[in-house]
């Protein structure tokens, strides 16, 4: 299958810094590219979908001041945690839509780990 | 709201023996997917069943499609202890996932 990297796998940040998190698709171009968090034993939970030149698209609740994501190129999306705290601590894993697929095919990062001291 | 949504949250069972998931979503899709994720690791694809298919095989993996009841199954045969992992499925245009089944298949 299609291959969707994450940089960086970890990352420990102080409360009130920005960490920033690219998500890459390395053998095909992803018009659309999905952004999750998720916090321990639970579910992944979409924050929002990022659209190739266009502004992404959040989930209610999800602050995009806060969330800022970019997808400038056909494989490259990033999201930004602004001013991070605490409890943004997460796992925050990407997805990418693999436009050859008939059937919307997704393949998704390795993930992110992110601890705000 | 999720789309999804996987039964039971949590099935443990001996090697050897077969596990049963299933996943119950709300409106009408053109697939359903299903995954699994290792402890702190990304998701990895399993199987994709379109809505006009009814069953579908890969390996040890057996997957059916009710759509008239909105819901799929997964089983996995002659379960291994590295099936222990958590397994969602998800369905739409935009993913959403259920709260997914813990799977644990003790040695």
């Known amino acids: 299958g299609a291959v969707v990297s994450q940089h960086p796998s970890r990352v420990i940040c102080k409360s009130g810094t920005s960490v920033k998190i690219e998500c890459r698709s390395l053998?095909?171009?992803?018009?659309?590219m999905f952004w999750y968090r998720q916090f321990p034993k639970q579910s992944l939970m979409l924050m929002a979908t990022s659209n190739e030149g266009s502004k992404a698209t959040y989930e209610q609740g999800v602050e995009k001041d806060k969330f800022l994501i970019n997808h400038a190129s056909l494989t490259l999306s990033t999201l930004t945690v602004t001013s991070a705290h605490p409890e943004d601590s997460s796992f925050y894993i990407c997805s990418a839509r693999d436009p050859r697929g008939v059937y919307n095919e997704q393949f998704f990062g390795p993930g992110t780990r992110l601890t705000v001291l | 709201s999720q789309q999804g949504e996987e039964d039971p949250q949590a099935l443990s069972i001996q090697e050897g023996e077969n596990a049963t998931m299933n996943c119950s979503y709300k409106t009408s899709i053109n697939n359903l997917q299903w995954y699994r994720q290792n402890s702190g690791r990304g998701l990895v694809h399993l199987i994709l069943i379109r809505s006009n298919e009814r069953e579908k095989h890969s390996g040890r993996l057996r997957v059916t499609l009710d759509t008239s009841k909105k819901s799929s199954s997964l089983l996995i045969t002659a379960s291994r202890a590295a099936d222990t992992a958590s397994y969602f499925c998800?369905?739409?245009?935009?993913?959403?996932f259920g709260a997914g089944t813990r799977l644990t298949v003790k040695p």
């Open positions: 053998d095909f171009q992803a018009t659309t």
């Open positions: 998800a369905t739409g245009n935009d993913m959403r």
